[in-house]
């Protein structure tokens, strides 16, 4: 991807049209244009205003390399615009019941499902099936902002991956890390239990056939500083 593939891609990921981004940055609209078409390019205070406004550095702006920066500053929808959307994603990938489409690897061997909306950029990377650890990263501004690991198991045939599925698209906002507290569907009663807040939590889910344990999850996670 090129300098002005890249300008494109930040400018729509920001929610910004051509002429709110040359109105920003004092330019005008065929400015922005042609540097998104390839026919011209950003001096270089307007490189570091772009920097500057996308929460880049230069270096990715110029030849894609992406430093790890953390973002630590809470947008300006607040944590609730962040938790929203984190329950759509997690409503629209694995617990999509297969309607979710994986994306490449981002580790070998990894399954890997996104999300994104706007700013708003989420990766569910995990391994196994039986038995599975991964972890949920939600990024805004492309910069990591919300974490979660988790580890389960199955432990008994009588396990249903579509009853957990359900659990999980039950997540809701007050709870946005798995399920709800409990939920009951005839012989499957699913558990989960947190201790903390969003910022930095702890849980386990269970889910029960009857009266025997037949799966559980361990999990924890916050706000990366």
Known sequence: MDLGKRINELRSNAGLTQEQLAEKLEISRQAVTKW????????VEKLVELSSLFGVSIDYLV??????TINESVPADGTEGVISFLCRAKKN???ANGNSED???SRQCSRDL???????EYLDSYFGGERFIGEEVLYVNKAPFWAMNYSGRVLDRN???????ECLTAVKSDKPYRGPE???NGNFTY????KGEFDWFQGEEQIFFQNMKVYECLFHGGIIK
């Open 159 to 165: 396990f249903s991956g579509d009853f957990l599925k």
């Open 191 to 194: 558990h989960c239990n947190v």
């Open 103 to 105: 994306v490449e690897s």
């Open 182 to 184: 409990i939920l009951q």
């Open 36 to 43: 998104e078409n390839g026919d011209s390019i950003p001096d």
């Open 63 to 68: 030849k894609g390399r992406r430093q790890c």
């Open 114 to 120: 996104f999300y994104g909306d706007g700013k708003y």
């Open 93 to 95: 990938t694995y617990a």
